[in-house]
């Protein structure tokens, strides 16, 4: 069966940030990874939400805040269909995934973990996946075991088994790495945490808007992401937890709306995820979130990665042929991530020569400075893509990388 052709130019309609010049060029955004461009639809939900429905939920007996209440619960369930937990207790809105996981580590870290106790993780970790776990060390002496990655950037199955032992208490991994663009194979990771009998927490922050995802296939514990990389608001993210680890786990910050009930001798609790979500969350962001998880919904996850394929292909085939440069990550399984460098240039220059072409990458570390070290680089330029990229956005690209060569080469 031949798929329809994805149209990529109706949908980038739909983003109305994209239709600007940019130091006189058109706009090629390519710096999905660190944060994706809002549709209209998410940004007028947003200001529907605000003109007509809001108020604080949970608090009001009043009619505007009944309505902002079952608006932002109704959130839950979407975002429980669109990863497919079983129950939407499951899913505790955050700030995003640094405070997903930072929740984790203090609440279920500091019940469950003690001094000697391992965390394994891998060698491509985004700082949100290595620092919580470093804390955890500083507090309570337990070690953190670092899964090495191959020449070409990918986690192979047997090194996370050579690095687990019966002291493993987590394995904590991101889905895809936000700087090689390698898909990591989650479900065999976490299938050998479990034969460990750790738990595992899966970092979805680079895969939740380039691909289906499921966390029951998955099997994952924890599952955490944030809504600004799926088309959706900042200020709002995801943990995704299974319903029996969330009940044993104490909350966090405590105060507003997360008690059942208080006096100045004792507190009680609210049940899991509202036991997690104290004080007045980010109510309009969730409105957001659930506006730009429809939006995804109503393309299709499987079309969105398809797509993104074929630039990934387009982009790599093309780029590979300029003089100088060398895509770092070179995983069989990757999303669309690219990150290089060229011969004479420092990614911070290729980054700014891109943008006087109306390109815009980001240049760094991408907070993944053990990676960089790992790979013996103090930088890359990664070019990261989402459904809106369209060929032309290549040919920008690759345009102006060939200027950099020019310059520098
Ligand atoms: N990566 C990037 O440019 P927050 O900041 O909480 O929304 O997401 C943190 C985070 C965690 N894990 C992974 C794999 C990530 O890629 C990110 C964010 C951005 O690569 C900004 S640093």
Redesign the pocket.
């Known amino acids: 069966m031949t798929s329809l052709p994805f149209p990529v130019e109706r949908y980038r309609e739909d983003f109305p940030i994209l239709a600007q010049q940019i130091h006189g060029h058109p706009l090629a955004y390519l710096d999905t ?2 944060s994706a461009q809002k549709p209209r639809a998410v940004i007028e939900a947003m200001t529907r939400f605000m003109e007509n429905d809001y108020a604080n939920i949970h608090r009001g007996v009043h009619e505007l805040s009944q309505r902002a209440t079952d608006k932002y619960e109704a959130v839950r369930s979407v975002v429980q269909n669109f990863i497919k937990a079983e129950h939407d207790d499951e899913i505790v809105f955050t700030h ?4 997903a996981i930072n929740l984790v580590a203090q609440t279920w870290g500091r019940t469950f973990l003690k001094a000697g106790d391992e965390i394994v993780i891998t060698a491509l970790e ?1 700082h ?2 290595i620092v919580p776990w470093q804390m955890l060390r500083e507090a309570f002496g337990i070690d953190l075991r670092v899964v090495p990655i191959t020449p070409e950037g990918e986690v192979r199955v047997e090194d996370v088994k050579a690095a687990l032992s019966p002291k493993t208490k987590l394995v904590a991994f ?1 889905h ?3 700087v090689l663009g390698t898909v990591l194979p989650a479900k065999e990771i976490v299938a050998l945490a479990h034969e460990a009998g750790a738990l595992a927490l899966v ?1 979805g ?2 895969s939740i808007s380039h691909m289906p995802v499921d966390v029951r296939d998955m099997d994952a514990d924890f599952f955490v992401f ?1 809504g ?2 799926l088309y959706g608001p900042t200020g709002i ?1 995801v943990l995704y937890g299974k319903r029996e680890i969330l009940s044993r786990m104490p909350p966090w910050q405590g105060g507003g709306d997360m008690i059942a009930s208080v006096t100045f001798a004792e507190t009680t609790y609210k049940e899991p995820p509202h036991r997690f979500e104290a004080g007045t969350p980010p109510i309009t962001e969730v409105i957001g979130l659930g506006a730009a998880i429809d939006y995804v919904s109503a393309i299709g996850m499987n079309n969105i990665a398809q797509h993104e394929k074929d630039i990934l292909a387009y982009a790599t085939e093309k780029l590979s042929r300029v003089d100088g440069m060398r895509i770092v990550g070179q995983a069989k399984n990757k999303s669309g991530i690219i990150s290089f460098i060229m011969e004479q240039a420092h990614p911070h220059d290729i980054g700014t020569i891109l943008d006087r072409h109306g390109v815009a990458i ?1 240049a760094g570390h ?2 993944a400075q053990p990676l960089m070290e790992h790979l013996g680089l103090v930088a890359t330029a990664r070019a990261s893509f989402g459904l809106y990229t369209s060929r032309e956005d290549i040919d920008a690209l690759v345009a102006a990388v060939e200027k950099v060569e020019e310059i520098f080469g």
């Open positions: 990874g660190a995003g995934a640094t405070d985004h949100a996946n991101a895809v790495s936000n970092d922050c680079q944030s600004h990389k993210g980001r991408h907070c």
